[in-house]
């Protein structure tokens, strides 16, 4: 069963390896071959009993692998992977094999070792250690073919167990049957049955090593795992077949490669985890940006639909408004027909003034209509904002001239603030029209509009209406989408307006004005402070 592609671009066990991932495995196994060679002819030689040496090496083994174990059983609950979960028990037997071998070790904690150790018996822990982790890589290569497992918690739980379970029959076969097994050492010296037993034991690192080079194709971990083989292989030659016995050059040399060996996997399993965060890091930062232009084309969308449905409330009064000049326009052009017929050119004249006058008229209604509904990219410019309220509260009136009262109120010397003026024509429009409404059931129909400047390099505008005002539990949620008072409203329009204030650095909200009804305010900023109330924003 193949992996996702997504757990092969991730995955130590899924990746396939690279031209340059081969060079740098062929690089480590060059130089251990050389150090190998070079350490050979030297490893009967004998050294200083350095003892403080055999606690460092177990611990740092214990450490590693143990490390390793963690990394691979958590691919395991990801991956629900056969193949890891007998590879990582291999790390957790190594482990486990480390520790106790450390313990029996001769006169490291007691004169015979801990653990009832016998004189054979860390010999025997040694060759049981260094021949059951190959026997784990070989089962690791055959399984990853394998279909996935079912309970792979279940799974772990019960490998770990079984794994405990295996080094302490060793353990007691080691010590208390240690009458049972043949000598492998004796004055520190090795005997003629280590030979066959340790030829045994780097028989099978030689069987681990070709089944992996024979599974294709090779994965990342299949590629150091070869290494770690071929390290291991090079350990048991020089400490258990070309050395004579403890503390020689052989005994040193061969549990470094062992070092080697422990560590390699967990190396190469860390900078992949390293490089795992930092391309799942980009690709966050590149889904977050994906998502904030998709809102923003989203945003953009629902300010034209907003635009659209008030656009199709103002149908009826902009036919209303617009046939006014239409039919002016018609008399004063019969009128001037007539005139002209007549001979009284200077009152013809006259007339088609006026004409082109409501025409004039006619042609901004439209206008406005049409800029308003224009769906452009958002673009701002340092822009008057009292012909954009002037521009924005006169489409709003449309046709309602004669039943809402609305008076304006601008600073003096209010300046140009930095806007997208379609936009912010949509934010007035929507509170605006909301004050005309609220005002229906008022017995004083009047909208107020004024602006005025605020603190730090702001503009504030102000629509009041004397309508009813706002109940409490309505106030808490009337910047939310989909919160709305009207039967056949959508929701939208003040959430709406809240966005677009945001993005320009602004802020809106509502209070309760003294005299009654209901103020919306926002604020903008001035064009020379648009750069502070953009980096304020974000």
């Known amino acids: 069963m193949g992996e996702p592609t997504a757990e092969r671009s991730v995955f130590l066990s899924t990746l396939p390896a690279s031209h340059a991932e081969r060079r740098r495995a062929a690089l480590v196994v ?6 190998f060679l070079a350490a050979a002819p030297f490893a009967r030689v004998k050294l200083a009993e350095v003892w403080a040496f055999i606690p460092t090496y177990q611990s740092a083994l214990l450490v590693n692998d143990l490390i390793t174990v963690v990394l691979l059983f958590a691919q395991v609950l990801i991956l629900r992977s056969p193949a890891l979960l007998v590879l990582g028990s291999g790390y957790l037997f190594s482990a486990t094999m480390a520790a106790v071998h450390g313990l029996s070790f001769p006169r490291l904690f007691s004169p015979n070792g801990l653990l009832d150790a016998g004189p054979q018996t860390t010999a025997w822990l040694y060759m049981i250690w260094h021949g059951g982790f190959p026997l784990a890589v070989i089962a690791y290569a055959l399984l990853r073919s394998h279909r996935r497992l079912e309970h792979a918690a279940l799974a772990i739980g019960v490998a770990a167990v079984s794994v405990i379970a295996g080094v302490g029959a060793a353990t007691l076969l080691t010590t208390a049957g240690h009458d049972l097994l043949p000598p492998l050492l004796v004055d520190n010296r090795f005997t003629p049955a280590l030979f066959i037993v340790v030829g045994a034991v780097w028989s099978l690192s030689l069987v681990a090593l070709v089944v992996l080079w024979r599974r294709r194709p090779h994965s990342v971990l299949d590629v150091w795992l070869m290494v770690v083989m071929w390290a291991w292989l090079l350990d048991v030659a020089l400490s258990s ?8 050059l052989g005994f040193y040399a061969g549990r470094l490669y062992g070092l080697l060996a422990g560590s390699l996997v967990l190396l190469v399993l860390l900078i992949e985890s390293g490089a795992t965060y930092a391309r799942l890091a980009a690709s966050f930062e590149a889904e977050s940006q994906d998502r904030v232009r ?23 009064a902009l036919a209303h408004e617009v046939n006014q000049p239409l039919s002016a326009i018609g008399t004063y052009v019969r009128g ?6 007549a001979g009284d050119t200077a009152k013809a004249i006259e007339a088609l ?42 489409l709003a009136m449309l046709g309602n001239e004669a039943q809402v ?36 059931v008022a ?47 959508m929701g939208l329009g003040l959430s709406i307006c809240r966005s677009i204030v945001d993005a320009h650095g602004g802020r809106i909200w509502v209070t309760d004005p003294p005299e009654g009804g209901t103020a919306f305010h926002f604020t903008l900023a001035a064009a020379a402070d648009a750069p502070a109330a953009a980096a304020r924003a974000a």
């Open 30 to 35: 060059g130089v251990s071959i050389a150090v």
């Open 241 to 248: 077949m070309l050395n004579a016995g403890r503390f020689d």
């Open 294 to 316: 998709q809102l923003r084309e989203v945003e953009s969308e629902l300010i034209h639909i907003s635009r659209l449905t008030e656009l199709g409330q103002m149908v009826s």
């Open 336 to 341: 001037s027909l007539r005139l002209i017929q």
């Open 353 to 394: 003034h006026k004409a082109a006058e409501q025409a004039t008229r006619a042609s901004n209604i439209v206008e406005r209509l049409r800029r308003f509904v224009k769906k452009d990219e958002s673009h701002r410019t340092a822009d008057d904002l009292h012909a954009t309220i002037e521009e924005a509260a006169a």
């Open 405 to 440: 009262r609305l008076t304006m109120h601008f600073a003096p010397e209010t300046p140009p603030v930095m806007i997208d003026r379609v936009q912010i024509a949509q934010v007035l429009l929507n509170l605006i029209r909301n004050a005309i409404e609220a005002t229906q």
């Open 443 to 489: 017995e004083r129909r009047e909208i107020a509009v004024g602006t005025r400047l605020a603190d730090a390099g702001m503009v504030e505008v102000s629509v009041i209406d004397s309508g009813p005002g706002l109940p409490a539990e309505i106030r808490a949620k009337l910047f939310l989408p989909f919160m709305t008072t009207k039967p056949s409203g």
